[in-house]
């Protein structure tokens, strides 16, 4: 229980595991659970950067509608990615410095918190709830496919604080 | 350096920037979004070594007249063929006097492609155009 208790203090305590329930019960709860969420992100210390995200997420789903963006076939924004994106910044931990979004040709979000050309990590946002990440740190190099479900794994997370921002 | 046919170690390639994302103004680096392979897992480069700056140009702008959307020729990403080799990529370059080559050989796992990538992208030049 030890390991959950870490787990669960280090994401964003907005974030609510996903309810899936279909009875009228758990249809309230995750109306209440949104109204706590959209009241936390408008506060003044969390909310700018939240809102800052949001935006650029925003702006990226319009720079990347339509297909063939890069010249050479790449696919128009993935709606589920973008979706998944959302739920992922939702999730990040307070204090986590905000990441440059971007999408790769397949269609699929991607944040990058970057202090320099070998300290950088990427993840790109599947689909289908995968998080294909790739990180380099000197000659090191890190890489590998997790899955977002009931919140944000602890390998992503550490990495992202490997780059030392 | 006399160009042949097999494109040496030693030989400059560029990859041509297409988008204000593809770098760092800056910080003067080339981003690893650069060097991500297009859906088809063709990389398309360019072979440049030796050439003028203005030669260069003149090859970019001719590289995105043949993309069927319109672009901006932001720079290159100039970067070694060993550096491609080192990554087990293949240059497949087209028959001269065409100076263009394909870069494949790339890892279906888009995890890994991005590995790669940001190797490329961290070994590469940045060369704006004006």
Same mark, same amino acid.
């Given at each position: 229980?030890?390991?959950?208790?870490?787990?669960?203090?280090?994401?964003?305590?907005?974030?609510?595991?996903?309810?899936?329930?279909?009875?009228?019960?758990?249809?309230? !709860?995750?109306?209440?659970?949104?109204? !706590?969420?959209?009241? *936390?992100?408008?506060?003044?210390?969390?909310?700018?950067?939240?809102?800052?995200?949001?935006?650029?997420?925003?702006?990226?789903?319009?720079?990347?509608?339509?297909?063939?963006?890069?010249?050479?076939?790449?696919?128009?924004?993935?709606?589920?990615?973008?979706?998944?994106?959302?739920? *992922?910044?939702?999730?990040?931990?307070?204090?986590?410095?905000?990441?440059? !979004?971007?999408?790769?040709?397949?269609?699929?979000?991607?944040?990058?918190?970057?202090?320099?050309?070998?300290?950088?990590?990427?993840?790109?946002?599947?689909?289908?709830?995968?998080?294909?990440?790739?990180?380099?740190?000197?000659?090191?190099?890190?890489?590998?496919?997790?899955? *977002?479900?009931?919140?944000?794994?602890?390998? !992503?997370?550490?990495?992202?604080?490997?780059?030392?921002? | 350096?006399?160009?042949? $046919?097999?494109?040496?170690?030693?030989?400059?390639?560029?990859?041509?920037?297409?988008?204000?994302?593809?770098?760092?103004?800056?910080? $003067?680096?080339?981003?690893?979004?650069?060097?991500?392979?297009?859906? /088809?897992?063709?990389?398309?480069?360019?072979?440049?070594? #030796?050439?003028?700056?203005?030669?260069?140009?003149?090859? #970019?702008?001719?590289?995105?007249?043949?993309?069927?959307?319109?672009?901006?020729?932001? #720079?290159?990403?100039?970067?070694? &063929?060993?550096?491609?080799?080192?990554?087990?990529?293949?240059?497949?370059?087209?028959?001269?006097?065409?100076?263009?080559? /394909?870069?494949?050989?790339?890892?279906?796992?888009?995890?890994?492609?991005?590995?790669?990538?940001?190797?490329?992208?961290?070994?590469?030049?940045?060369?704006?155009? &004006?």
């Amino acid at each position: 229980m030890k390991t959950e208790s870490y787990a669960i203090g280090r994401q964003n305590p907005v974030v609510f595991h996903r309810n899936l329930g279909v009875s009228w019960y758990a249809g309230k !709860i995750r109306e209440e659970a949104d109204k !706590i969420r959209q009241s *936390f992100a408008r506060t003044i210390s969390f909310g700018d950067k939240l809102s800052q995200i949001l935006e650029e997420l925003l702006l990226a789903r319009h720079e990347y509608s339509k297909d063939n963006w890069d010249g050479y076939g790449a696919k128009r924004i993935d709606e589920q990615s973008f979706e998944n994106a959302l739920r *992922f910044v939702l999730s990040l931990p307070l204090g986590i410095p905000s990441p440059e !979004i971007d999408v790769v040709p397949n269609g699929q979000v991607m944040f990058t918190w970057s202090k320099g050309k070998r300290q950088l990590f990427s993840v790109i946002v599947g689909s289908m709830n995968e998080l294909s990440y790739a990180g380099l740190y000197g000659v090191t190099k890190r890489y590998g496919v997790e899955y *977002f479900t009931d919140g944000i794994s602890d390998t !992503i997370l550490d990495n992202i604080n490997k780059v030392d921002l | 350096m006399v160009l042949l $046919n097999k494109v040496s170690p030693d030989e400059s390639l560029g990859r041509f920037l297409t988008q204000s994302k593809h770098f760092a103004r800056i910080k $003067n680096e080339v981003k690893p979004k650069a060097f991500m392979p297009p859906i /088809n897992l063709r990389l398309s480069v360019s072979r440049i070594h #030796g050439l003028a700056l203005e030669e260069i140009w003149d090859i #970019g702008l001719a590289v995105i007249l043949d993309m069927r959307e319109q672009k901006t020729l932001y #720079g290159v990403a100039d970067i070694k &063929a060993k550096t491609v080799e080192k990554e087990k990529l293949t240059i497949l370059p087209d028959k001269l006097p065409s100076l263009h080559a /394909n870069v494949v050989g790339w890892p279906e796992d888009v995890a890994e492609q991005m590995s790669i990538a940001q190797e490329l992208a961290a070994e590469a030049k940045l060369i704006l155009k &004006a």
